[in-house]
């Protein structure tokens, strides 16, 4: 939390382990947390992160892994570009609009067409 690039959170979720609570006070009162940071305890919060990667854990796995870095992240960008469309959370792309959807993927990864 101490690097330039991250912000201040406003809420900080964790499980649901004890210690927790005591961290985030002694961090509010040295200063180094917002005063106003919430902390929200839930026993599972990372179902919902886990559920969404499952497609891309199976989608990898048969891969038996990338031969290197920038394969990788092609091709895990990838596979989140399309999810990301699937899912309607990329604005003016509708889940059946084509021609939107191959301009969003040439743009994402710099294709000239």
């Not at 990898?60 to 990788?72: D, E, N």
């Not at 990329?90 to 301009?103: E, F, P």
Request: proline share 4%; aromatic share 8%.
């Amino acid at each position: 939390m101490a690097r330039v690039h991250t912000g201040n959170p406003r809420t900080i979720i964790v499980d649901k382990n004890l210690a927790y609570p005591r961290a985030t006070a002694e961090m509010k009162r040295r200063r180094e947390l917002w005063h106003f940071a919430r902390l929200r305890q839930c026993k599972y919060p990372n179902n919902i992160v886990e559920q969404d990667h499952r497609l891309i854990k199976r989608l990898v796995r048969p891969g038996l892994g990338f031969g290197s870095l920038p394969t990788a992240r092609r091709t895990l960008a990838s596979y989140e570009a399309v999810a990301m469309i699937r899912k309607g959370q990329v604005h003016n792309i509708g889940g059946r609009n084509r021609q939107a959807q191959t301009g969003f993927v040439a743009d994402l990864f710099q294709i000239v067409a």
